[in-house]
């Protein structure tokens, strides 16, 4: 069994002969740099100059050697996009930082000193009028421009001659957290409420946007890709950042917008929706616009728990992730505790298929590679069908 025939064998809900494996397919399911450059040392490794996937969280894209070693199904595309366009040739000297101003308009820092990832600083809609005149003449970037995807749809059918499966990243965040970014959290969260023209107009453009540039890369790249991946946060560790109702009033006629046309755009591709955090009210309504899978399974979040969820979603979305706790088991547990967290979730989720492994988010830097290690040992023990 391909590894491509593995995942699509696992979203069609059958078993496999293994748990299929993700790692760094995606934005949201990858590796920091300096977790994989420990790792390569652990393992005898020469150091390199890994692609970088994520300039921003500063994650990368390990090389087919330690893919290959670990097991990988996936193959991950990544279009230039705000992340990964030439941001160190863009960084300006911010004496304790780096500073870096994207296409959107957003200033970002980065400490020089023990710097982890860029963090915003400026939210360039955060002065302007909250008005829909305001969304109308910002200089949005250039969705379309099919300097974003050059390129890949020679790497695509690389990995198809592999036998991998391919992934598709999109052009940026979620249209909640867009708007996050843009407006700063605080205004972002009040202006459904005290602007709603503007807010609608706000959703509206990001979403506009996105369709566009879907449009464009699926027509290029469409029949050599798997898997499309989009994204937005919702939830929290406890329940959700907007409740449900103002979600179905206002974001979600424009997110169902971007994955009709996703699906217009590439019927034969699965749909991938990473949302962090408890959004267990939520996964009826993903399901009903034909997300096929979700990702993570935050399953330290409250209402996650991945046997329940398994019970009452499992015949409708794959999940992706949830293989292991990414905030406290896999960076401060021992190995022993890594691999009896990855067997307990995987022993919940895998039964039947519809499902694929990866750790809750990015592997991060301050998680040893004896950790690592012990993660990708445990699926290998417990992972068969």
Not at 49 to 72: H, M, N
Not at 159 to 187: D, T, Y
Not at 340 to 368: C, M, W
């Amino acid at each position: 069994m391909t590894s491509r025939d593995r995942i699509l064998t696992a979203m069609a809900h059958r078993e496999p002969d293994r748990v299929p494996l993700d790692l760094a397919g995606t934005h949201v399911t990858g590796m920091a740099r300096s977790a994989y450059d420990t790792l390569r040392t652990y393992l005898g490794l020469p150091g390199e100059a890994p692609q970088w996937q994520d300039v921003i969280q500063q994650t990368v894209i390990p090389s087919d050697e330690i893919l290959d070693r670990l097991g990988v199904d996936t193959r991950g595309l990544f279009p230039l996009t705000s992340h990964n366009w030439d941001v160190f040739d863009k960084l300006e000297d911010g004496g304790e930082v780096w500073v870096y101003r994207d296409e959107w308009g957003m200033t970002q820092h980065f400490p020089k000193t023990n710097g982890l990832w860029f963090s915003i600083v400026k939210h360039p809609l955060a002065e302007l009028p909250p008005e829909p005149p305001t969304v109308a003449a910002y200089p949005w970037p250039d969705a379309a421009d099919p300097l974003r995807v050059r390129g890949l749809r020679d790497r695509a059918a690389g990995f198809r001659r592999q036998g991998k499966a391919v992934m598709l990243k999109g052009l940026c965040a979620g249209i909640f957290e867009m708007s996050q970014r843009l407006r700063g959290m605080e205004n972002a969260m009040m202006d459904p409420l005290l602007y709603p023209a503007f807010a609608d107009c706000l959703y509206g453009k990001l979403a506009d946007l996105k369709i566009a540039f879907w449009e464009m890369a699926l027509r290029a790249l469409g029949p050599e890709v798997d898997i499309v991946v989009e994204n937005d946060d919702y939830g929290t560790q406890q329940s959700q950042l907007i409740s449900f109702e103002q979600y179905s009033s206002t974001i979600r006629p424009h997110l169902e917008r971007v994955l009709a046309a996703i699906k217009r755009c590439a019927p034969h591709a699965r749909l991938f929706l990473h949302s962090c955090g408890n959004v267990r009210p939520y996964l009826p309504g993903f399901i009903e616009a034909g997300v096929d899978i979700l990702n993570p399974v935050h399953v330290t979040a409250a209402g996650m728990e991945p046997r329940a969820l398994k019970r009452d979603f499992g015949d409708a979305i794959t999940f992706w992730g949830g293989g292991v706790d990414t905030q406290h088991i896999l960076p401060h547990g021992t190995p022993q505790a890594v691999k009896d967290d990855v067997k307990r979730n995987v022993e919940a989720l895998a039964p039947g298929g519809g499902y694929v492994f990866n750790t809750i988010h990015n592997i991060q830097g301050d998680v040893s590679p004896e950790n690592i290690v012990a993660l990708y040992e445990a699926l290998e023990e417990c992972g068969v069908y």
